[in-house]
């Protein structure tokens, strides 16, 4: 069964960089599969952050764009999210995510259990 | 973007009540929308895609239809495990969005 666990600091000081990994476990990042990040603000809904396939392709939500930067290791099955500039409207659970592919459909069929990252001084 | 809106932001029904609640696209997106469930403090939960085909493995009573902008989400008898807060997500176009979420509660 394929697992996705988040980690990272729970705590960055505004105008500070958010740094999160995901770690994927019962499966291969070499899987002809892109790899998400999606937020969740306290009480709000969701925010798909930008996704990374195997090769390091990257797409990104124009919104965040300038902030961001993913990146994968293969070779620790791992792919991570780096976030610069933060405030405290980035305060937010942070899921990775697996998107499943299934031509035409795009969805997120596997996530993390979220971490939290509060922004605060 | 694809602006995604949920209608009713919440709900209360009883068990046993059939629900229903809607997705509206701010543009035509063909079936190219898929439905999650999320409860409190879990990661959210794949449940259709392509509007109206279930995951293995989602309970029958969960159904979804809808075309072009406008979507709908059925529960066809509200069970207790089926409280927490439903999501649409476009896969239309990048940047994948989703709706702002409808929340279910037991009356």
């Known amino acids: 069964q394929l697992q996705l666990h988040e980690s990272g600091p729970g705590l960055v000081k505004p105008s500070g960089t958010l740094s999160l990994t995901c770690t994927v476990s019962?499966?291969?990042?070499?899987?002809?599969?892109?790899w998400s990040w999606v937020r969740q603000a306290p009480g709000k809904g969701l925010e798909w952050i930008g996704e990374?396939?195997?090769?390091?392709?990257?797409n990104y939500n124009p919104s965040l764009t300038s902030r961001v930067i993913m990146s994968i290791d293969k070779s620790k099955n791992q792919f991570s999210l780096r976030l610069s500039a933060v405030t405290d409207a980035d305060t937010a659970v942070y899921y990775c995510?697996?998107?499943?592919?299934?031509?035409?459909?795009?969805?997120?069929?596997?996530w993390g259990q979220g971490s939290l990252v509060t922004v605060s001084s | 973007d694809i602006q995604m809106t949920q209608s009713p932001s919440s709900l209360s029904a009883s068990i046993g009540d059939r629900v229903t609640f809607t997705c509206r696209a701010s543009?035509?997106?063909?079936?190219?929308l898929a439905w999650y469930q999320q409860k409190p403090g879990k990661a959210p939960k794949f449940l259709i895609y392509g509007a109206s085909n279930l995951e293995t493995g989602v309970p029958s009573r969960f159904s979804g239809s809808g075309s072009g902008t406008d979507f709908t989400f059925t529960i066809s008898s509200l069970q207790p495990e089926d409280i927490g807060t439903y999501y649409c997500?476009?896969?239309?176009?990048?940047?994948?969005?989703f709706g702002q979420g409808t929340k279910v509660e037991v009356k």
């Open positions: 995510a697996r998107e499943k592919v299934v031509v035409p459909a795009v969805y997120f069929d596997y």
């Open positions: 990374i396939y195997e090769s390091g392709s990257t």
């Open positions: 543009r035509a997106i063909s079936n190219f």
């Open positions: 997500q476009q896969y239309d176009s990048l940047p994948w969005t």
């Open positions: 019962g499966g291969s990042l070499s899987s002809s599969h892109w």
